[in-house]
Structures are given as C-alpha cells and as structure tokens.
C-alpha cells in the first residue's frame, strides 16, 4: 500500500532521480518524544503464544527481517529509505548492533510460536542506543501488521525503557512521524511527552 502524503509533510522541487523516476525532496514533520525511567508503567502481560528474546548476535538477521516486514509498506519507509529495503535493513541493524552506545538490554525481539515448528515468525522488533548526552534512544520499534492491536508494542517498549533504566539511565526519548498517529497515541499513552519538532528531508516519488 503506497502510503499517502498530508499536513505534516511539506514538498518541495521535482528533481530528476537517478533510475529516471522523477523526485521530490519531501520535509517530514516529526516529534521528539521524552519518557521519565523513574515512571516506568506496569509490565504488559505478553499474550500466549508470544515470546520475548532479549538480544544475543546470533539474532541480529531475525530484528532486520522483522524490522523490514514492519516498515516496508508504512509511511516511514519513505521517511528512512532502507526501512523499505531489506538489504537496507540489514545493514542498519549491522550498524545499530555495532554502535559504542549500543543498549543490548534495551533491544528485544518477540517470536510469535504456533501449534508446529513451521508456524515461528519473528513479528516485532525493538533496539537501544544510549545518545552522547546520556540519554536513552528508541530506534525502530516495529510489530509486523499482522500481529499488531494485541499490546505487543507496549511489551518491547516496556522491556526497552527497562532495560535503558538497568543500565543506569534517567531518561529516554524517540522519535516519530508526525502523521503516525497510532504510534503517537501509544507513546502518550504509556507517559511519552512531546518535547520538540523537528522536520527530516527525504526524496520521494513524485505521485
Ligand atoms: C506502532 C506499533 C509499533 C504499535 O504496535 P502494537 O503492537 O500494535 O501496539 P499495542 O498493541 O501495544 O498498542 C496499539 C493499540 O492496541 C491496543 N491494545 C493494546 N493491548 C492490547 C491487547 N492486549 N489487545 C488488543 N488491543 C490492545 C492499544 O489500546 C492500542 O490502541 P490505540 O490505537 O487506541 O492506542 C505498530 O503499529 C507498528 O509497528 N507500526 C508500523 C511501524 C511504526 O510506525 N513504528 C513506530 C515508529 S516511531
């Protein structure tokens, strides 16, 4: 599904793109988000047939895979590029994994597990970094479409904000699309605070 384009990005001039399709140079309107480690909510009971993995090298394809499948049709893979690329993917998570401020505590995987061995699917994604201020970064939290509305997102948020806190951190932040408005009511829900905006450029197709 293409994803569609309203208030809160801005287009800009046509330019020629390097595969011959036109280009725009698009100004996406995000939100940084903060949350207090000290007001941690409850823990989300994980629904049956679900389970949580907390990081380990061995899993770094299983978080790009399942990071992929979240993303490639949402509106941030036009935002973010290589969310829509499983290649880019890959290579992100590569780059997140080997970051000095990488959080291991703070990055989860869920597994959904069906009746046989052949019905396992890696369905959500979540990684830690910790910024140069000391502050806890969300990256890509991402629940693949078919498992979503079953409070898996608030399960690895809460095991990210976690995790930030048992590494000695006070405050975490994110940051999201200003058009993802389920993402943004979840985030308020569980205590983020809106403390900035910001506008990120991207080219896309021109439609
Ligand atoms: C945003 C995203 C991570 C949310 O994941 P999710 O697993 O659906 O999140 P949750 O289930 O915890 O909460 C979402 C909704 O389900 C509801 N919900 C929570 N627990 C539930 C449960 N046990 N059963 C049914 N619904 C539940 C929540 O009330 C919430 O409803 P709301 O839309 O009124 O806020 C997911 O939609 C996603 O991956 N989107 C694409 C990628 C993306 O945009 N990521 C965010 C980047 S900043």
Redesign the pocket.
């Known amino acids: 599904m293409a994803p569609a384009f309203d208030a809160g990005a801005g287009r800009g001039k046509r330019i020629a793109g390097r595969t011959g399709v036109d280009m725009t140079v698009t100004y996406f309107k995000r939100y940084r988000m903060e949350f207090e480690l000290a007001r941690l909510f409850r823990e ?2 994980l ?1 049956l047939h679900y389970r949580l993995l907390r990081w380990d090298e061995s899993l770094l394809m299983a978080h790009a895979d399942a990071k992929y499948r ?2 490639r049709s ?3 893979a036009n935002v973010f590029p290589c969310l829509g690329d499983r290649e880019g993917c890959r290579r992100l998570m590569g780059e997140i994994a080997r970051r000095n401020g990488f959080v291991r505590s703070a990055t989860w995987l869920i597994q959904w597990c069906g009746k046989g061995e052949e019905e396992r699917e890696y369905c ?1 994604t979540i990684q830690g970094i910790v910024d140069f201020e000391g502050i806890g970064s ?1 990256q ?6 078919g ?11 809460y095991h990210a904000l976690a995790g930030f806190r048992e590494h000695g951190l006070r405050r975490a932040t ?4 200003a058009q ?1 408005s ?6 308020q ?1 569980l205590g983020f605070r809106r403390t900035k905006t910001v506008y990120k450029a991207a080219e896309v197709a021109c439609g």
């Open positions: 989300p009971d629904p979240s993303f949402e509106l941030d959500g969300i890509n939290l991402g629940i693949t479409p498992h979503r509305g079953r409070g898996l997102g608030s399960c690895l948020l994110l940051e999201v699309t993802n389920g993402a943004i009511r979840l985030y829900r």
